[in-house]
């Protein structure tokens, strides 16, 4: 079994994605903070994301719950406010959300090395 084409992994590449995609759209917002008419955007949370994929998790047992199904949309921002050159990024929330994303990915990437060493571990490898 080659546990690199489990489902768990291919939710894992996929939520890596995602952050990478969204790095690069905040990026692109704090770059153009002083851009006249710059409008933020960003990516559809994930958990939207997974509602419209088809996931479903593996039974192997009666016994468990049935779960339920599970290119990133990008969403322009409705400012709070915009300064006099049309300019809607708020450059404090945008850093945030920089470092919230950073954050994503630490543990999305931690998590997919720890379960390669446990299937390593269980494969006797």
Do not use: C, I
């Not at 939520?15 to 409008?39: D, H, I, K, S, Y």
């Not at 939207?48 to 990008?74: C, E, I, K, W």
């Not at 630490?106 to 998590?111: A, H, N």
Request: net charge negative; no cysteine; charged share 20%.
């Amino acid at each position: 079994m080659d546990p690199s084409h489990l489902d768990l992994f291919a939710l894992a590449e996929q939520r890596l994605a995602w952050a990478e995609q969204r790095q690069a759209l905040l990026a692109q917002n704090v770059a153009n903070a002083a851009t006249p008419g710059w409008r933020s955007r960003d990516l559809t949370p994930f958990d939207s994301v997974l509602s419209g994929m088809a996931l479903a998790p593996t039974r192997t047992s009666l016994l468990h719950l049935a779960g339920g199904d599970g290119g990133f949309p990008v969403a322009t921002q409705q400012p709070g406010t915009r300064a006099p050159d049309g300019n809607a990024v708020e450059l404090d929330k945008e850093l945030a959300k920089v470092a919230d994303t950073e954050t994503t990915h630490e543990l999305v990437s931690e998590l997919y090395l720890k379960y390669q060493g446990l299937f390593r571990t269980a494969l006797g490898k």
